[in-house]
């Protein structure tokens, strides 16, 4: 069994800084990608961050338009944890975020930690 616990969710006041961690329960590398996504109120989940884990990766990253130039995922491969960075937060910004791992046709989802962003 799989587990991804999230944490680092807060309330923050616009403009400023959060970094997500997402520590899971077995070697990153035996994962082909980890990431996080979000979920605002009333609206569908949006995928916004990805990075490459397998052992032979890169560490390659993705992101979506919303959020690119001011957050950044990275990952440590001895603590088995993925973050997410965010930077100049904005009120548009807040949502549940969820991390995942995905390895071949398994996607395996944590519980998300909430983030609140204030005008």
């Known amino acids: 069994q799989v587990q991804l616990v999230e944490s680092g969710g807060a309330l923050v006041q616009a403009g400023g800084s959060l970094r997500l961690s997402c520590a899971v329960s077995?070697?990153?590398?035996?994962?082909?990608?980890m990431g996080w996504s979000r979920q605002a109120p009333g609206k569908q989940r949006e995928l916004i961050a990805t990075?490459?884990?397998?052992?032979?990766?890169?560490?390659?990253?993705d992101y979506s338009n919303f959020v690119k130039g001011r957050f950044t995922i990275s990952r440590d491969n001895a603590e088995n944890t993925v973050y997410l960075q965010m930077n100049s937060l904005k009120p548009e910004d807040t949502a549940k975020y969820y991390c995942y791992a995905r390895v071949r046709q398994e996607t395996y989802w944590g519980q998300g930690t909430p983030v609140t962003v204030s005008s």
């Open positions: 990075i490459t884990t397998g052992a032979s990766a890169g560490g390659s990253t």
């Open positions: 077995r070697s990153i590398f035996s994962f082909n990608a």
